[in-house]
């Protein structure tokens, strides 16, 4: 384990007890094949990165109440939802090192566990007494299906531009983070200017942590991973790091990535070898320095608030975010 | 079309342009695909039954603000993304007649375009400013997707009862009645008792819509129903017209009951044999006479509201609910 991780856990380990607490005596479900299949993906070793994000945002504004840790289900129970159906999406069998739902079970159990899960997480907005909330978690919902969709449809698709792959992974991924965070200020009750900062400080860190994600996808090996390496081209999802190589590449070599990202039955040579010349062509350098410009706009949008201690976790995580597997 | 259908609609037919314009207006996709996987669904010739049934609780109550169409969209999105699911999981190749979307699409962008119309229907909620009718609306969505859930594990399972018939149907199909009956009414500010007995009256017209529905997959042709006849029974999914025949059925009916039900690729003459040995043990009048008693307790309950032009359209649909295809 690194320094900077280890010195975050130790920092919210009272928050992670509190979370995984609080998960497990909000599912509710009716019947126990529910409480299995949402178990199956909500128990798996997940950070609870988006919960904590709304516990430490609602602190930040110095809010303590005892209900944090229920209202942060919201986020997690989304999240997992989204990763039941975006298994059946996408078609991958591993998911954090574990077989997914829809092999274990079946595709139609896995996506209306998904279905409960999206309501759970609505039925606890509910009880936030704030519509803020509850319209922040609505439109979550509602980018991040979009957000699928618009990447399943142009899957493959070589013309894909930066501008397009950023619209993406805001509606996929930034939105959940960004979510979590304003609504950590939204139930401290802060003013306006300062649920805006959280929130930018949630976009912010989510695009960088989708990015990083995307990184990771070429730079490590299965194992580590959790999933297979490679997936994203596998599944011909352009990312910006092959995005931006594509569009620098010599003629030759372009053809050569778009022919073994037409080819699902890549050999690990062939692979290795496309890394090779995303570093050429500068697709892994320059998906790693944005990365770091919303790393450096997330820690600037924290800074006027008055609670170090909190702050300096909030800055750690940032930090950790794209350190954390590079 | 029959008397009664006709007079129910001539009486509804301002309420239906406006649900129609709304659920138009209030789609708002952000990407064309969404907008086409929905539309398919939205708009194939629904019957808009639970916005209208929203509609005219309120308004049975005195409620008739502008903004009821727009309310009254939540409970079609609903419906619609429940029939995306369900699709998947059912494996069926047509709905109202037309192709289902997982085969003119796929099945992840079925998957993700329902999630959004569920989410579209959440923030829908979340600008009714009432907490009940969002808690409402997420009570019906962890519901129904257990419901479902349920049922899909019970399948081909001969030892379902009519107990957990009347609650898998309820949970899939009762809950979304009386959450669009029970909504009227919150909408509309009406007292707690008011609201309690428009809630039943969904409930009880919910729960014979869905007997009525189970009788017609035994009772009538294909053409006229949109859908294959004998789907349910070639799925393995036990209701009650066949539940109760079991139940009564001399043992060698039986077996041969229980052979149908595990053999997908019946012959035409052995689903009509089927239907008459329902018959003959009685599982199609019981299951007539369970809907009517349903549907008796809908009238009761609606009985003591003032508005009776409005009380009679109810009455009518109630009645029609029974009748329609029978």
Same mark, same amino acid.
């Given at each position: 384990?690194?320094d900077? $991780? ?8 009272e ?5 995984e607490?609080a998960l497990?005596?909000n599912l509710n479900?009716?019947f126990?094949l529910?409480?299995r ?8 070793? &997940? $950070?609870?990165? /988006? !919960?904590?994000l ?5 602190r930040?504004c110095?809010?303590t109440?005892r209900? %944090?840790? /229920?209202f942060s289900t919201i986020?997690e129970?989304l999240h997992?939802? %989204?990763l039941?159906?975006?298994?059946v *999406?996408d &078609? +991958?069998t591993?998911?954090r090192?574990?077989q997914v739902?829809?092999h274990k079970?079946d %595709?139609p159990?896995?996506?209306?566990t ?5 309501a759970?997480g609505?039925?606890i907005? @509910?009880q ?5 909330v509850i ?5 979550i919902?509602?980018?991040?299906s979009?957000?699928?969709?618009r ?5 493959? =698709?070589i013309?894909l531009?930066?501008?397009?792959y950023l619209? *993406?992974?805001?509606c996929?991924? +930034? *939105?959940?983070?960004?979510?979590a965070?304003?609504?950590?200020g939204?139930?401290? &009750?802060a003013a306006?200017?300062r649920v805006?900062?959280l929130?930018?400080?949630g976009y ?7 990015m990083a994600? #995307?990184?990771?996808d070429? %730079?490590? =090996? @299965?194992s580590s991973?959790g $999933? ?5 081209l /596998? ?14 590449a010599?003629d030759k #070599?372009r053809?050569?990535?778009v022919a073994?990202?037409?080819? !699902? =039955?890549f050999?690990? !040579?062939?692979?290795v070898h496309?890394?090779e010349?995303?570093?050429?062509y &500068?697709?892994?350098a320059y998906?790693?320095t ?8 997330a $820690?600037?949008?924290i ?5 170090f201690t909190?702050?300096e976790?909030?800055v =750690?995580?940032?930090?950790y975010?794209?350190?954390?597997k590079l």
């Amino acid at each position: 384990m690194t320094d900077l $991780k280890h010195k975050i856990l130790t920092a919210v380990t009272e928050d992670l007890s509190a979370i995984e607490k609080a998960l497990n005596e909000n599912l509710n479900p009716h019947f126990d094949l529910v409480s299995r299949v949402a178990g199956h993906i909500l128990f798996a070793g &997940g $950070k609870r990165l /988006r !919960p904590l994000l709304m516990i430490l945002c609602a602190r930040l504004c110095g809010y303590t109440d005892r209900n %944090t840790a /229920r209202f942060s289900t919201i986020f997690e129970y989304l999240h997992a939802a %989204t990763l039941l159906h975006d298994d059946v *999406v996408d &078609g +991958a069998t591993l998911r954090r090192g574990k077989q997914v739902a829809n092999h274990k079970w079946d %595709t139609p159990t896995t996506v209306l566990t998904g279905d409960f899960l999206l309501a759970r997480g609505l039925s606890i907005a @509910s009880q936030t007494g704030s519509y803020e909330v509850i319209e922040t978690i609505a439109e979550i919902t509602e980018n991040m299906s979009q957000g699928e969709i618009r990447q399943l449809e142009r899957k493959g =698709d070589i013309s894909l531009t930066e501008e397009d792959y950023l619209e *993406v992974i805001h509606c996929k991924t +930034a *939105v959940l983070f960004q979510g979590a965070c304003r609504t950590g200020g939204l139930v401290a &009750g802060a003013a306006t200017d300062r649920v805006k900062r959280l929130a930018d400080y949630g976009y912010h860190l989510g695009m960088a942590f989708q990015m990083a994600d #995307d990184l990771l996808d070429y %730079t490590q =090996d @299965s194992s580590s991973l959790g $999933k297979h390496a490679g997936a994203d081209l /596998r599944e011909g999802k352009l990312t910006l790091p092959l995005i931006y190589s594509l569009a620098w590449a010599k003629d030759k #070599d372009r053809k050569q990535m778009v022919a073994l990202l037409n080819n !699902p =039955d890549f050999s690990q !040579p062939e692979f290795v070898h496309l890394v090779e010349m995303m570093k050429t062509y &500068g697709g892994i350098a320059y998906t790693q320095t944005q990365a770091d410009m919303h790393i450096q706009k997330a $820690k600037a949008a924290i800074e006027p608030f008055e609670d170090f201690t909190t702050q300096e976790i909030l800055v =750690d995580i940032a930090e950790y975010a794209l350190v954390r597997k590079l």
